[in-house]
């Protein structure tokens, strides 16, 4: 599975693929959720171990080779925990191994990100960019961490020339930092900023 993302891909029948995908009529896939993973159109297929959807197999060949491949166990194993009762999953071990998961996605997803990153290869790094953010943010609400996964958004968005969303990024980069400033070091700060100002040099050689 690598990088061959031709029409032949999309002539494959369902069987070929294996058992954790099924079909879904788009018209009942409908909403955030049920987005497509790479370009959030309507979606005909689903993975039922991570709950990802796609609208074509190209797409989903895109993600797999992307992060999915790696992580989608990883997920499944959340999910798990994430839907037992209540009163089960509140006990401290179980909350820990949740996080344990979330975190192993994140950095998994973000390794993958920054290897297509310096493969120069856009369509694989941003969803690996966009699913290790996702994680991030769950796990690193108001930490200095999220900052970094905001700012290799960033660097893959100047890569695949996308202004909008590199900005959006650096908007969030910002108002984490201020939200930070009580509770980390001025050297902590001070190499944050640093960061924050190179993201926002890198979007600006887009501009002129
Ligand atoms: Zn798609
Ligand atoms: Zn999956």
Redesign the pocket.
């Known amino acids: 599975l690598s990088g061959n993302y031709d029409d032949t891909n999309n002539l494959k029948n369902l069987d070929e693929l294996p058992l954790?995908y099924i079909s879904v009529n788009p018209l009942t896939a409908k909403g955030d959720e049920a987005a497509c993973m790479i370009c959030k159109g309507a979606s005909t297929l689903l993975?039922t171990?991570?709950r990802?959807y796609y609208c074509t197999k190209e797409h989903l060949y895109q993600d797999d080779d992307s992060s999915?491949g790696a992580v989608?166990g990883l997920?499944e194993q959340s999910l798990l925990i994430e839907d037992m009762p209540l009163a089960l999953k509140i006990s401290p071990q179980i909350q820990a191994k949740l996080l344990n998961y979330y975190s192993q996605v994140a950095q998994q997803c973000t390794d993958r990100a920054r290897i297509h990153l310096i493969d120069q290869n856009n369509k694989l790094a941003f969803p690996a960019a966009e699913r290790a953010l996702h994680y991030c943010k769950k796990l690193y609400l108001n930490k200095p961490e999220l900052i970094n996964n905001l700012i290799l958004m960033i660097e893959i968005s100047v890569l695949n020339d996308q202004m909008e969303p590199g900005y959006a990024n650096l908007a969030s980069a910002q108002l984490q930092l201020i939200n930070l400033k009580k509770s980390i070091t001025k050297q902590i700060q001070k190499g944050l900023e640093a960061k924050i100002r190179s993201g926002f040099i890198l979007l600006s050689k887009i501009n002129s």
């Open positions: 954790k993975c171990s991570c990802t999915h989608c997920i």
